[in-house]
């Protein structure tokens, strides 16, 4: 079965131009010359060949394509903030959905707002786009649409709750101008 991150080997008999190795992308689709936004993820390759053939018989008169998995693609995701274990995970295979990343890195801590998960995904023109998710809504089964398929270099930033956020400046900004008044209980004083 073909699975997204999948590299396809598509070679044409009679037209070995149009060979292509295109990858499979998140949303299971691919894209060729004669057939952009092909759905080929849970096919079959003969099933995908029997597609592509399709699609290319309105350009040519036999195509006489075949179709090979030359190999998964290596992913790589970024998780970082309140999560068990930030890093940059590395894999191969199907692309983790959040909630499967998010558990890879140990989940969420007690101090990190699942509720305004930050992703950043690289754009076509090299530039990232950041949007805010719920991780929460999507974990618990409230959002499913929420969990989302992710993407080849994602980066994901768990940040603080608003009470995390309170109690570093807390520390960081007061507790060390207090003074350090120590107390001692005395059982004879009562």
Known sequence: MVQPGDTLDFKFVKNPELNEQ????PDGRMSMLYAPGLAVAGRSTD????ALDEAYLKELKEPGVSVNVKGPVFWH????????????YTNSGAIPSLSAAI?????????????????TRLQPDHTRKAYILDFWSAAQGKNPAGDIQ????DAIYVPK??????????????????PNYGFAVSPSSF
């Open 22 to 25: 295109p990858t499979v992308q």
């Open 47 to 50: 099933e995908v060949r029997q």
């Open 77 to 88: 995701i970024y998780i970082g903030g309140q999560v068990g274990k930030p890093s940059d």
């Open 103 to 119: 558990a890879y890195a140990g989940g969420v801590l007690d101090s990190g707002n699942g509720n305004k998960v930050v992703l």
């Open 150 to 153: 992710l993407a080849n270099y």
């Open 161 to 178: 709750t608003g009470i995390a956020n309170v109690y570093s400046a807390y520390n960081q900004y007061f507790k060390q101008f207090l």
